[in-house]
């Protein structure tokens, strides 16, 4: 059953060949003419030259210097303050990891002295 299976599929094949062979001499491709100078075949709209030499004529003014912001010391302080607490605690906190405790606020805290770092880079270097 199984040659007679790949006998047929070879016979089905053969002839969509022969089919596809005749079409193909039967009916000619059509020679597409393809442009080659593509200035000449799409013509520019009008303004559009006038539009690109006023934007090419502009002179551009040089970057704008960052305005200092006032910085809040008082702010920064306690900020300051308060991450200095939550690393002052932190080699407990390790230490009770290396004993197989996690304390429960290990986490937080870690989180709070990132955001922490991150608000006081931002207030010192703008």
């Not at 303050?81 to 937080?108: C, M, T, Y």
Request: hydrophobic fraction near 35%; glycine fraction near 4%.
């Amino acid at each position: 059953m199984r040659s007679g299976t790949l006998s047929s599929v070879g016979v089905f094949l053969g002839v969509c060949a022969s089919v596809v062979c005749l079409a193909f001499q039967q009916a000619p491709l059509a020679r597409i003419k393809v442009p080659t100078d593509f200035s000449q075949s799409h013509p520019i709209p009008p303004g559009i030259r006038e539009g690109e030499q006023k934007i090419n004529n502009q002179q551009t003014d040089p970057p704008r210097e960052p305005k200092a912001r006032p910085v809040d010391s008082a702010k920064l302080k306690s900020d300051a303050a308060e991450l200095r607490d939550l690393a002052d605690a932190l080699p407990a906190s390790i230490d009770q990891v290396a004993k197989g405790v996690l304390p429960k606020d290990l986490n937080d805290n870690l989180k709070k002295i990132e955001k922490l770092a991150k608000h006081l880079r931002s207030e010192v270097n703008p």
